[in-house]
Protein backbone atom coordinates (compact mmCIF):
# COMPACT_ATOMS: atom_id res chain seq x y z
CA UNK A 1 0.00 0.00 0.00
CA UNK A 2 1.99 2.91 -1.33
CA UNK A 3 2.36 5.73 1.15
CA UNK A 4 1.57 8.60 -1.61
CA UNK A 5 -1.91 9.15 -2.42
CA UNK A 6 -3.15 11.32 -5.01
CA UNK A 7 -5.82 14.34 -4.44
CA UNK A 8 -9.00 13.49 -6.02
CA UNK A 9 -12.09 14.66 -5.53
CA UNK A 10 -14.38 15.00 -1.83
CA UNK A 11 -15.77 11.88 -1.03
CA UNK A 12 -19.45 12.32 0.96
CA UNK A 13 -19.60 11.98 4.37
CA UNK A 14 -21.17 8.83 4.35
CA UNK A 15 -19.34 7.32 1.42
CA UNK A 16 -21.69 7.32 -0.76
CA UNK A 17 -21.25 6.24 -4.56
CA UNK A 18 -22.35 7.44 -8.04
CA UNK A 19 -25.28 5.37 -8.73
CA UNK A 20 -23.13 4.15 -12.31
CA UNK A 21 -21.37 2.57 -9.77
CA UNK A 22 -23.39 0.24 -7.53
CA UNK A 23 -25.41 -0.25 -10.73
CA UNK A 24 -22.34 -2.67 -11.80
CA UNK A 25 -22.09 -4.53 -8.63
CA UNK A 26 -22.08 -8.28 -9.04
CA UNK A 27 -20.91 -8.38 -12.46
CA UNK A 28 -17.31 -8.35 -11.56
CA UNK A 29 -15.54 -10.61 -8.73
CA UNK A 30 -15.76 -9.06 -5.46
CA UNK A 31 -12.64 -8.59 -2.62
CA UNK A 32 -11.89 -7.29 0.24
CA UNK A 33 -8.42 -5.63 0.66
CA UNK A 34 -7.19 -5.17 4.46
CA UNK A 35 -4.31 -2.77 5.44
CA UNK A 36 -3.34 -3.20 9.17
CA UNK A 37 -0.22 -0.51 8.92
CA UNK A 38 1.89 -1.66 11.96
CA UNK A 39 5.80 -3.11 11.98
CA UNK A 40 7.70 -3.76 14.23
CA UNK A 41 11.01 -1.80 12.63
CA UNK A 42 10.52 -0.06 9.20
CA UNK A 43 12.89 -1.23 6.29
CA UNK A 44 15.00 0.59 4.53
CA UNK A 45 13.83 0.12 1.27
CA UNK A 46 10.23 0.39 1.94
CA UNK A 47 7.61 3.15 0.73
CA UNK A 48 4.54 1.37 2.23
CA UNK A 49 2.25 3.05 4.19
CA UNK A 50 3.75 1.75 7.32
CA UNK A 51 4.04 2.73 11.40
CA UNK A 52 6.01 1.56 14.23
CA UNK A 53 5.27 1.69 17.79
CA UNK A 54 7.19 4.85 18.24
CA UNK A 55 5.65 6.36 15.53
CA UNK A 56 2.35 6.21 16.73
CA UNK A 57 2.67 6.47 20.63
CA UNK A 58 1.97 9.88 20.51
CA UNK A 59 -1.36 9.44 19.35
CA UNK A 60 -2.43 6.86 21.91
CA UNK A 61 -5.37 4.95 22.15
CA UNK A 62 -6.85 6.18 19.23
CA UNK A 63 -4.00 4.47 16.78
CA UNK A 64 -3.49 1.38 18.84
CA UNK A 65 -3.17 -2.37 17.91
CA UNK A 66 -5.42 -3.43 20.52
CA UNK A 67 -8.11 -1.67 19.24
CA UNK A 68 -7.31 -1.81 15.19
CA UNK A 69 -9.73 -4.42 14.63
CA UNK A 70 -12.79 -2.74 16.29
CA UNK A 71 -11.63 0.42 13.85
CA UNK A 72 -11.34 -2.17 11.05
CA UNK A 73 -14.66 -3.84 11.50
CA UNK A 74 -16.22 -0.35 11.41
CA UNK A 75 -15.10 0.19 8.15
CA UNK A 76 -16.54 -3.18 6.87
CA UNK A 77 -19.94 -2.11 8.50
CA UNK A 78 -20.00 1.41 6.59
CA UNK A 79 -18.78 -0.56 3.28
CA UNK A 80 -22.14 -2.81 3.73
CA UNK A 81 -24.03 0.19 4.31
CA UNK A 82 -22.06 2.27 1.53
CA UNK A 83 -23.12 -1.06 -1.47
CA UNK A 84 -26.76 -1.43 0.36
CA UNK A 85 -28.32 -4.89 -0.43
CA UNK A 86 -26.43 -6.19 -3.66
CA UNK A 87 -25.57 -9.57 -3.36
CA UNK A 88 -22.26 -9.51 -3.55
CA UNK A 89 -20.27 -12.81 -2.02
CA UNK A 90 -16.75 -12.16 -0.99
CA UNK A 91 -14.28 -14.06 -3.69
CA UNK A 92 -10.80 -13.08 -2.59
CA UNK A 93 -9.88 -11.49 0.94
CA UNK A 94 -6.36 -10.31 1.26
CA UNK A 95 -4.74 -9.16 4.32
CA UNK A 96 -1.99 -7.09 3.81
CA UNK A 97 0.62 -4.11 5.48
CA UNK A 98 2.67 -3.82 7.27
CA UNK A 99 2.92 -6.86 9.25
CA UNK A 100 -0.66 -7.72 9.67
CA UNK A 101 0.47 -11.05 12.04
CA UNK A 102 1.47 -8.21 14.47
CA UNK A 103 -1.68 -9.09 15.61
CA UNK A 104 -3.06 -11.75 17.47
CA UNK A 105 -4.27 -14.33 15.31
CA UNK A 106 -8.17 -14.06 16.94
CA UNK A 107 -7.83 -9.92 15.60
CA UNK A 108 -7.54 -11.51 12.17
CA UNK A 109 -9.87 -13.87 12.56
CA UNK A 110 -12.65 -11.29 14.02
CA UNK A 111 -11.89 -8.90 11.23
CA UNK A 112 -12.66 -11.98 8.39
CA UNK A 113 -15.58 -12.96 10.45
CA UNK A 114 -17.30 -9.37 9.95
CA UNK A 115 -16.73 -9.78 6.27
CA UNK A 116 -18.52 -12.91 6.60
CA UNK A 117 -21.22 -11.76 8.31
CA UNK A 118 -21.67 -8.26 6.42
CA UNK A 119 -21.44 -10.03 2.52
CA UNK A 120 -20.84 -13.64 2.99
CA UNK A 121 -18.01 -15.74 1.73
CA UNK A 122 -18.36 -17.40 -1.73
CA UNK A 123 -17.95 -21.21 -0.94
CA UNK A 124 -14.27 -21.55 -2.50
CA UNK A 125 -13.65 -18.11 -1.13
CA UNK A 126 -9.57 -17.37 -1.02
CA UNK A 127 -8.60 -15.81 2.24
CA UNK A 128 -4.69 -14.82 2.17
CA UNK A 129 -2.84 -13.20 5.13
CA UNK A 130 0.94 -11.83 4.42
CA UNK A 131 3.28 -12.56 7.82
CA UNK A 132 6.28 -11.56 8.93
CA UNK A 133 8.58 -14.88 9.45
CA UNK A 134 9.04 -14.10 13.17
CA UNK A 135 6.04 -13.24 14.12
CA UNK A 136 3.89 -16.37 13.20
CA UNK A 137 4.25 -19.97 14.92
CA UNK A 138 2.54 -23.03 14.66
CA UNK A 139 -0.11 -22.24 17.30
CA UNK A 140 -0.46 -18.97 15.62
CA UNK A 141 -1.16 -20.79 12.14
CA UNK A 142 -3.22 -23.49 13.31
CA UNK A 143 -5.59 -20.40 14.92
CA UNK A 144 -5.58 -18.63 11.27
CA UNK A 145 -6.75 -21.73 9.76
CA UNK A 146 -9.53 -22.91 11.56
CA UNK A 147 -10.96 -19.22 11.58
CA UNK A 148 -10.77 -19.68 7.73
CA UNK A 149 -7.57 -18.07 6.11
CA UNK A 150 -6.55 -20.62 3.04
CA UNK A 151 -3.46 -18.97 2.34
CA UNK A 152 -0.12 -17.58 3.81
CA UNK A 153 2.08 -14.93 2.06
CA UNK A 154 5.46 -15.26 4.22
CA UNK A 155 7.92 -12.24 3.45
CA UNK A 156 11.49 -13.97 2.51
CA UNK A 157 13.32 -11.72 0.28
CA UNK A 158 16.85 -13.11 0.72
CA UNK A 159 18.44 -16.22 1.73
CA UNK A 160 21.90 -14.41 2.22
CA UNK A 161 22.71 -12.25 5.85
CA UNK A 162 24.46 -9.46 4.09
CA UNK A 163 21.46 -8.69 1.40
CA UNK A 164 19.10 -8.87 4.05
CA UNK A 165 20.72 -6.34 6.27
CA UNK A 166 20.94 -3.63 3.46
CA UNK A 167 17.11 -4.31 3.39
CA UNK A 168 16.86 -4.13 7.11
CA UNK A 169 14.94 -7.17 7.25
CA UNK A 170 15.22 -8.89 10.83
CA UNK A 171 14.51 -12.73 10.24
CA UNK A 172 16.57 -16.21 11.23
CA UNK A 173 18.48 -17.66 8.60
CA UNK A 174 16.12 -20.66 7.34
CA UNK A 175 13.03 -18.96 9.26
CA UNK A 176 10.79 -18.63 6.19
CA UNK A 177 11.44 -22.17 4.89
CA UNK A 178 10.58 -23.12 8.11
CA UNK A 179 7.15 -21.53 8.04
CA UNK A 180 6.47 -22.81 4.96
CA UNK A 181 6.20 -26.25 6.70
CA UNK A 182 4.15 -25.15 9.55
CA UNK A 183 1.76 -23.63 7.58
CA UNK A 184 1.59 -27.15 5.60
CA UNK A 185 1.07 -28.86 9.29
CA UNK A 186 -1.61 -26.23 9.65
CA UNK A 187 -3.35 -27.55 6.87
CA UNK A 188 -2.80 -24.19 4.50
CA UNK A 189 -2.68 -26.18 0.56
CA UNK A 190 -1.59 -22.85 -0.59
CA UNK A 191 1.28 -20.96 0.62
CA UNK A 192 3.92 -18.03 -1.36
CA UNK A 193 7.37 -16.60 -0.61
CA UNK A 194 8.07 -13.36 -1.70
CA UNK A 195 11.10 -12.75 -2.87
CA UNK A 196 13.36 -9.59 -3.47
CA UNK A 197 16.24 -9.22 -6.72
CA UNK A 198 18.43 -6.87 -7.45
CA UNK A 199 19.90 -5.44 -3.80
CA UNK A 200 22.92 -3.55 -4.13
CA UNK A 201 25.66 -6.20 -3.07
CA UNK A 202 23.47 -8.90 -4.43
CA UNK A 203 25.45 -11.73 -6.60
CA UNK A 204 24.12 -13.52 -9.17
CA UNK A 205 25.28 -16.69 -6.91
CA UNK A 206 23.12 -15.33 -4.09
CA UNK A 207 20.30 -14.77 -6.22
CA UNK A 208 20.13 -18.30 -6.84
CA UNK A 209 20.81 -19.28 -3.49
CA UNK A 210 17.61 -17.20 -2.45
CA UNK A 211 15.97 -18.62 -5.12
CA UNK A 212 17.08 -22.57 -4.40
CA UNK A 213 16.25 -22.21 -0.70
CA UNK A 214 12.70 -21.05 -1.30
CA UNK A 215 11.80 -23.85 -3.71
CA UNK A 216 13.54 -26.48 -1.47
CA UNK A 217 11.01 -25.42 1.05
CA UNK A 218 8.23 -26.26 -1.40
CA UNK A 219 5.49 -23.44 -1.75
CA UNK A 220 3.34 -23.77 -4.98
CA UNK A 221 3.68 -19.65 -5.53
CA UNK A 222 6.41 -17.57 -5.56
CA UNK A 223 6.83 -13.60 -6.27
CA UNK A 224 9.89 -12.31 -7.36
CA UNK A 225 10.23 -7.90 -7.25
CA UNK A 226 12.92 -6.31 -8.48
CA UNK A 227 13.94 -3.81 -5.87
CA UNK A 228 12.65 -0.60 -6.64
CA UNK A 229 14.86 2.57 -4.43
CA UNK A 230 11.90 5.03 -3.76
CA UNK A 231 12.42 8.22 -3.00
CA UNK A 232 12.33 9.32 1.06
CA UNK A 233 13.57 6.14 2.02
CA UNK A 234 16.59 5.30 4.15
CA UNK A 235 18.13 3.39 1.12
CA UNK A 236 17.17 6.31 -1.41
CA UNK A 237 19.40 8.62 1.10
CA UNK A 238 21.96 5.98 1.25
CA UNK A 239 22.56 5.40 -2.67
CA UNK A 240 22.21 9.38 -3.06
CA UNK A 241 24.84 9.99 -0.67
CA UNK A 242 27.25 7.33 -2.44
CA UNK A 243 27.42 4.53 0.75
CA UNK A 244 25.72 2.01 -2.00
CA UNK A 245 25.82 1.44 -5.27
CA UNK A 246 22.39 1.93 -7.51
CA UNK A 247 21.84 -1.47 -9.46
CA UNK A 248 21.43 -1.50 -13.07
CA UNK A 249 18.71 -2.60 -15.26
CA UNK A 250 20.41 -5.08 -16.87
CA UNK A 251 21.47 -6.82 -13.98
CA UNK A 252 17.78 -6.98 -13.06
CA UNK A 253 17.29 -8.76 -16.37
CA UNK A 254 19.72 -10.68 -15.50
CA UNK A 255 18.11 -11.68 -12.52
CA UNK A 256 14.63 -12.39 -13.90
CA UNK A 257 16.28 -14.76 -16.33
CA UNK A 258 17.70 -16.85 -13.38
CA UNK A 259 14.24 -16.78 -11.88
CA UNK A 260 12.45 -17.86 -14.96
CA UNK A 261 15.12 -20.77 -15.26
CA UNK A 262 14.89 -22.38 -12.05
CA UNK A 263 11.31 -21.03 -11.02
CA UNK A 264 10.06 -23.16 -14.57
CA UNK A 265 12.48 -26.11 -14.47
CA UNK A 266 11.39 -26.89 -10.21
CA UNK A 267 7.37 -26.58 -11.75
CA UNK A 268 6.23 -22.90 -11.42
CA UNK A 269 4.78 -21.81 -14.12
CA UNK A 270 4.74 -17.59 -14.25
CA UNK A 271 1.12 -16.32 -14.82
CA UNK A 272 1.98 -12.71 -14.17
CA UNK A 273 5.48 -11.20 -14.99
CA UNK A 274 6.51 -11.24 -11.48
CA UNK A 275 4.52 -14.54 -9.86
CA UNK A 276 4.92 -17.85 -10.67
CA UNK A 277 2.51 -20.71 -9.20
CA UNK A 278 2.56 -24.51 -9.75
CA UNK A 279 -1.02 -24.38 -11.23
CA UNK A 280 -3.95 -22.65 -11.95
CA UNK A 281 -5.11 -23.22 -8.15
CA UNK A 282 -2.45 -22.05 -6.68
CA UNK A 283 -2.49 -18.29 -8.39
CA UNK A 284 -3.31 -15.54 -6.07
CA UNK A 285 -7.08 -14.92 -6.81
CA UNK A 286 -6.92 -11.54 -4.51
CA UNK A 287 -4.22 -10.41 -7.12
CA UNK A 288 -6.24 -11.48 -10.35
CA UNK A 289 -8.84 -9.18 -9.20
CA UNK A 290 -6.43 -5.47 -9.47
CA UNK A 291 -4.78 -7.29 -13.01
CA UNK A 292 -8.40 -7.91 -14.49
CA UNK A 293 -10.45 -4.52 -13.00
CA UNK A 294 -12.75 -6.35 -10.72
CA UNK A 295 -13.68 -4.85 -7.82
CA UNK A 296 -12.72 -4.54 -4.72
CA UNK A 297 -13.17 -2.66 -1.23
CA UNK A 298 -9.64 -1.84 0.78
CA UNK A 299 -10.41 -1.24 4.04
CA UNK A 300 -7.75 0.68 6.53
CA UNK A 301 -5.51 3.54 6.77
CA UNK A 302 -4.61 4.47 2.93
CA UNK A 303 -6.12 1.61 1.54
CA UNK A 304 -7.39 1.81 -1.80
CA UNK A 305 -10.74 0.83 -3.21
CA UNK A 306 -12.23 0.43 -6.96
CA UNK A 307 -15.99 -0.16 -7.39
CA UNK A 308 -17.84 0.15 -10.88
CA UNK A 309 -15.16 2.79 -11.98
CA UNK A 310 -15.05 4.67 -9.26
CA UNK A 311 -11.05 4.72 -7.18
CA UNK A 312 -11.55 6.05 -3.52
CA UNK A 313 -8.14 5.99 -0.74
CA UNK A 314 -8.49 6.43 2.68
CA UNK A 315 -7.07 9.03 4.36
CA UNK A 316 -3.41 8.08 5.63
CA UNK A 317 -2.61 8.00 9.32
CA UNK A 318 -3.94 5.17 11.80
CA UNK A 319 -5.73 8.26 13.89
CA UNK A 320 -7.05 10.10 10.71
CA UNK A 321 -8.70 7.08 9.63
CA UNK A 322 -10.03 6.13 13.57
CA UNK A 323 -10.89 9.15 14.21
CA UNK A 324 -13.47 9.46 11.34
CA UNK A 325 -15.09 5.91 11.88
CA UNK A 326 -15.53 6.77 15.70
CA UNK A 327 -17.52 10.25 14.24
CA UNK A 328 -19.84 7.80 11.75
CA UNK A 329 -18.04 9.13 8.93
CA UNK A 330 -16.50 7.65 5.88
CA UNK A 331 -12.23 7.56 6.32
CA UNK A 332 -11.85 8.21 2.32
CA UNK A 333 -9.84 10.83 1.27
CA UNK A 334 -10.52 11.58 -1.78
CA UNK A 335 -11.69 9.63 -5.20
CA UNK A 336 -11.78 9.78 -8.84
CA UNK A 337 -14.45 8.57 -11.75
CA UNK A 338 -12.82 6.68 -14.34
CA UNK A 339 -13.62 7.60 -17.51
CA UNK A 340 -14.13 4.55 -20.50
CA UNK A 341 -10.57 5.79 -21.56
CA UNK A 342 -8.80 5.52 -18.34
CA UNK A 343 -10.05 1.88 -17.69
CA UNK A 344 -9.40 0.55 -21.39
CA UNK A 345 -5.44 2.24 -20.14
CA UNK A 346 -5.71 0.30 -17.20
CA UNK A 347 -6.93 -2.83 -18.75
CA UNK A 348 -3.70 -3.00 -21.22
CA UNK A 349 -1.12 -1.84 -18.48
CA UNK A 350 -2.42 -4.31 -15.89
CA UNK A 351 -3.45 -7.51 -18.11
CA UNK A 352 -0.61 -6.91 -20.95
CA UNK A 353 1.57 -8.09 -17.70
CA UNK A 354 -1.03 -12.04 -17.05
CA UNK A 355 0.35 -14.85 -19.17
CA UNK A 356 -3.53 -14.60 -20.99
CA UNK A 357 -2.58 -11.66 -22.31
CA UNK A 358 -5.05 -9.12 -23.91
CA UNK A 359 -7.51 -8.71 -26.71
CA UNK A 360 -6.00 -7.11 -29.40
CA UNK A 361 -9.86 -5.05 -29.87
CA UNK A 362 -8.74 -3.00 -26.56
CA UNK A 363 -5.75 -1.49 -28.55
CA UNK A 364 -6.24 1.86 -30.89
CA UNK A 365 -4.84 1.81 -34.93
CA UNK A 366 -1.23 3.40 -33.44
CA UNK A 367 -1.28 0.69 -30.80
CA UNK A 368 -2.30 -2.22 -33.14
CA UNK A 369 0.72 -0.53 -35.36
CA UNK A 370 3.13 -0.84 -32.63
CA UNK A 371 1.88 -4.50 -31.59
CA UNK A 372 2.57 -5.74 -35.34
CA UNK A 373 6.11 -3.92 -34.61
CA UNK A 374 6.86 -5.97 -31.44
CA UNK A 375 5.30 -9.58 -32.91
CA UNK A 376 8.56 -8.61 -35.37
CA UNK A 377 10.94 -7.66 -33.16
CA UNK A 378 9.94 -11.26 -30.65
CA UNK A 379 8.19 -9.38 -28.13
CA UNK A 380 5.02 -10.53 -28.54
CA UNK A 381 4.28 -14.39 -29.21
CA UNK A 382 3.07 -14.84 -32.76
CA UNK A 383 0.38 -17.67 -32.50
CA UNK A 384 -1.65 -16.19 -29.91
CA UNK A 385 -1.35 -12.62 -31.68
CA UNK A 386 -3.20 -14.45 -34.60
CA UNK A 387 -5.75 -15.68 -32.88
CA UNK A 388 -6.25 -11.82 -31.68
CA UNK A 389 -3.90 -11.49 -28.64
CA UNK A 390 -0.90 -9.77 -27.38
CA UNK A 391 0.82 -11.86 -25.12
CA UNK A 392 4.33 -11.37 -23.76
CA UNK A 393 7.36 -13.64 -24.83
CA UNK A 394 10.11 -13.63 -22.13
CA UNK A 395 12.23 -11.09 -23.72
CA UNK A 396 9.05 -9.14 -23.76
CA UNK A 397 8.10 -9.21 -20.18
CA UNK A 398 11.94 -8.01 -19.34
CA UNK A 399 10.47 -4.80 -21.71
CA UNK A 400 6.99 -4.74 -20.17
CA UNK A 401 7.07 -0.95 -19.65
CA UNK A 402 8.67 -0.35 -22.52
CA UNK A 403 6.14 -2.60 -24.82
CA UNK A 404 2.91 -1.23 -22.71
CA UNK A 405 4.01 2.26 -23.15
CA UNK A 406 3.10 2.09 -27.05
CA UNK A 407 0.28 -0.08 -27.15
CA UNK A 408 -1.85 2.47 -24.91
CA UNK A 409 -1.51 4.82 -28.32
Same mark, same amino acid.
Given at each position: ???????????????????????????????????????????????????????????????????????????????????????????????????????????????????????????????????????????????????????????????????? /???? *?? $?????? @? +??? !????? %????????????????????????????????????????????????????????????????????????????????????????????????????????????????????????????? /???? *?? $?????? @? +??? !????? %??????????????????????????????????????????????????????????????????????????????
Amino acid at each position: MPSALPDGEAVPTDGALPESATAELGQRPFGFYVHVPYCATRCGYCDFNTYTASELRADGAVASQDTYADNLIAEVRLARRVLGDADVPVRTVFVGGGTPTLLPARDLVRMLDAIRDEFGLASDAEVTTEANPESVDPAYLAELRAGGFTRMSFGMQSVRPHVL /RLLD *RH $HTPGRP @Q +ACV !AEARA %AGFDHVNLDLIYGTPGESDDDWRASLESALEAGPDHVSAYALIVEEGTRLAARIRRGEIPMTDDDVHADRYLIAEELLSQAGLHWYEVSNWAADAAARCRHNELYWTGADWWGAGPGAHSHVGGV /RWWN *RK $HPAAYA @Q +ALA !AGQTP %AQGRELLAAEDRRVERILLELRLAEGIPLSLLQPAGLTSAHRYVSDGLLAPEPFAAGRAVLTLQGRLLADAVVRYLVD
